[in-house]
């Protein structure tokens, strides 16, 4: 298991995209065995034993697993019983729970990043890259995955495994390259290198901490919800509650941090306080006003920012320009329009500011938002919110793909416009970011919150056991020596 580390936009994913045919190198070699590779398209690397999970998923939302799976690979086992069965059998041997007839637009981000693992193994990949497959997992979930990974290994597969999380990589690599501006500039033994090294020889600074230690919250209340409830209709027909009586109030100068293992509901609360989907029962009261049936435009422009889950399908045109992305959301505010039109020139000069401010990377804002590496244009959508002074910010997986320093930035920015007052909801699968930046912990499951935690006080590991259903109520930090079991209010374990 060899891991690739760098700081956004050092190379890494572009190096992959060579390794599995998706981009032409302009010189150099590359040797699959030992023998020479000269890979044209995908088709080659894959024919190889090469297969890819991107950072940001190649599924078709509108399929199903098994078609998803099958696609473009249906000689290998047909498009029926043979392949669901080889399908199961799969994702049975490496715990991955696949459906096979589920709708991918349906499954969570974690189930997403399962169904690619499992498409690649389909495929006969003997050579795994895995981009950043931990991001959206919490730690339960990651020690599974790295259980998978050491199965695979340990059946004589290698791995590539390219990540931000520098402890993780040292707990399971074999081995660490570290590249920096496209070039390596060194290798690390993980046995004898440590975070903060590995995160000087990245970036030149050290591992951030996401720690807040002063409290700014106020007795002033920005966002109160109550008693929101959600439901939708599956495609059977079938009535299902998303939400269930949701309830909570979020300060001036607060951080409220939502915990829950991906598709417990965060999401969809998301999408209800922005005004993308109708609550079928419960009020939502921003500053004061009733926002309850505003439509989602009138409450951006009352002063709600958002930082999308997923940056691809709801932060960003790809292939429109870096000005024209900084409108985005914000189409009747200014700098962007005067009046009822918009003013290109003053959202091409604003966006120049957030380049600087924000150190977003790229030769320059004409360019298309999709030539940015993940890293930078999260840091875009970041400076394209905060530019408008939010009362509130929805902040979904905000440093999801980042580097560490890119984080540092991010986390700055929040906790600086926190002490001005900004209102945040915070939904994270980081668990030492959701602890380290909230004020209030809140945990969801199954589209309820059934706990609540001290920041200060609850580990990583409480907080990740809490999260799949283990424990409800106040949960408590158990004393040194005892086992790590959260508990109710009221002392008795669960």
Do not use: C
Not at 229 to 249: C, H, K, M, Q
Not at 295 to 316: K, S
Not at 399 to 415: L, N, S
Not at 425 to 434: G, H, Q, V, W
């Amino acid at each position: 298991m060899h891991a690739l580390v760098g700081e956004n936009g050092a190379g890494k994913s572009t190096l992959m995209k060579i390794l599995y045919g998706m981009q032409k190198p302009d010189e150099g070699t590359i040797a699959v065995n030992g023998e020479a590779a000269d890979f044209h398209d995908p088709g080659d690397a894959i024919a190889r034993g090469i297969g890819m999970v991107h950072q940001h998923f190649m599924l078709a939302d509108n399929l199903t697993v098994l078609e998803n799976v099958v696609l473009g690979s249906e000689k290998a086992y047909g498009i029926g019983g043979r392949a669901r069965a080889r399908i199961r059998e799969i994702s049975d041997a490496y715990g991955l729970g696949v459906r096979p007839d589920a709708l991918v637009e349906d499954l969570g981000v974690a189930d997403r990043q399962r169904v690619e693992i499992l498409k690649v193994l389909y495929r006969g990949a003997r050579i795994l890259i895995l981009d950043e497959p931990t991001a959206v997992l919490v730690p339960q979930e990651v020690e599974a995955l790295f259980e998978n990974l050491r199965e695979l290994k340990s059946e004589g597969l290698t791995v590539i495994f390219i990540s931000h999380k520098l402890g993780e990589v040292l707990s399971v690599a074999d081995a660490i390259t570290v590249i920096r501006r496209g070039t390596t500039v060194g290798d690390a033994d993980p046995r004898t290198t440590t975070a903060r090294q590995l995160a000087e020889l990245m970036v030149g600074s050290e591992l951030p901490s996401p720690e807040t230690r002063e409290s700014t919250v106020t007795d002033e209340p920005m966002l109160t919800v109550e008693g929101l409830r959600l439901a939708e209709t599956d495609s059977d027909g079938v009535e299902r509650i998303v939400l269930d009586g949701i309830g909570f109030t979020i300060h001036k100068g607060e951080v409220l941090g939502i915990a829950g293992v991906e598709g417990n509901g965060q999401a969809e609360l998301v999408e209800a306080v922005m005004g993308m989907r109708s609550a079928d029962a419960g009020t939502l009261t921003l500053d004061g006003r009733d926002i309850t049936r505003v439509p989602t435009r009138a409450r951006r422009e009352d002063g709600i920012g958002y930082i999308p889950e997923d940056r691809h399908r709801h932060g960003l045109l790809l292939e429109a320009p870096l000005w024209e992305n900084r409108i985005l959301g914000h189409v009747t505010e200014r700098p962007n329009s005067r009046g009822l039109l918009i003013d290109p020139g003053a959202a091409r000069r604003d966006t120049e500011r957030i380049v600087r401010e924000f150190d977003v990377r790229t030769p320059g804002i004409e360019v298309t938002a999709a030539s940015l590496s993940g890293g930078n244009q999260q840091k875009l959508i970041v400076g394209r919110e905060m530019s408008h002074l939010p009362k509130l910010l929805i902040a979904a997986h905000p440093t999801r793909g980042v580097d560490v320093g890119a984080q540092a930035q991010i986390w700055d920015q929040i906790r600086a416009a926190r002490r001005e007052g900004l209102a945040v909801l915070l939904i994270s699968a980081d668990l030492d970011e959701l602890i380290g930046l909230s004020d209030t912990l809140r945990v969801i499951y199954r589209g309820r919150l059934v706990a609540d935690a001290d920041p200060a006080t609850i580990t990583p590991e409480e907080l990740g056991s809490a999260m799949t259903g283990a424990a409800a109520g106040h949960l408590e930090h158990e004393p040194a020596g005892e086992p790590d079991v959260p508990k109710q209010a009221g002392g008795e374990d669960r």
